[in-house]
């Protein structure tokens, strides 16, 4: 059974940091594209970034770049999002999702190129 679990979220002051960790079980995770999205309340869900297989090509929103990192291990198959400089509007839900199919770039990933995603970890930056 594949499984994503989220975790490392938390209350954190503008400005301030947080890493977050997917860890993924059930499957072969060196083979798969990953990537996080976030859903702040009442709004659609955004994608933040991806991460191909391998590790070597990561992928950030407009609103991540710059301020965000993201990373995997496959040797303890595992995802991060490092987020620094953190915003009040950065306060979401953020999963981490398994790509169906490999990543394509420039396309911004929606919810049907995802087949597995966590349950989530919440993250709130106070102003």
């Known amino acids: 059974e594949v499984q994503l679990v989220e975790s490392g979220g938390g209350l954190v002051q503008a400005g301030g940091s947080l890493r977050l960790s997917c860890a993924a079980t059930?499957?072969?995770?060196?083979?798969?594209?990953m990537s996080w999205f976030r859903q702040a309340p009442g709004k659609e869900p955004e994608w933040v970034s991806a991460i191909n297989s391998g590790g070597e090509k990561t992928y950030l929103s407009n609103s991540a770049e710059g301020r965000f990192t993201v990373s995997r291990d496959n040797n303890k198959s595992t995802l991060y999002l490092q987020m620094n400089a953190l915003k009040p509007e950065d306060t979401a839900l953020y999963y981490c999702?398994?790509?169906?199919?490999?990543?394509?770039?420039?396309?911004?990933?929606?919810?049907?190129?995802?087949?597995?995603w966590g349950q989530g970890t919440e993250v709130t930056v106070s102003s």
């Open positions: 999702a398994r790509f169906r199919n490999p990543y394509s770039p420039p396309t911004r990933p929606r919810s049907y190129h995802y087949d597995y």
């Open positions: 059930g499957f072969t995770f060196k083979n798969y594209d």
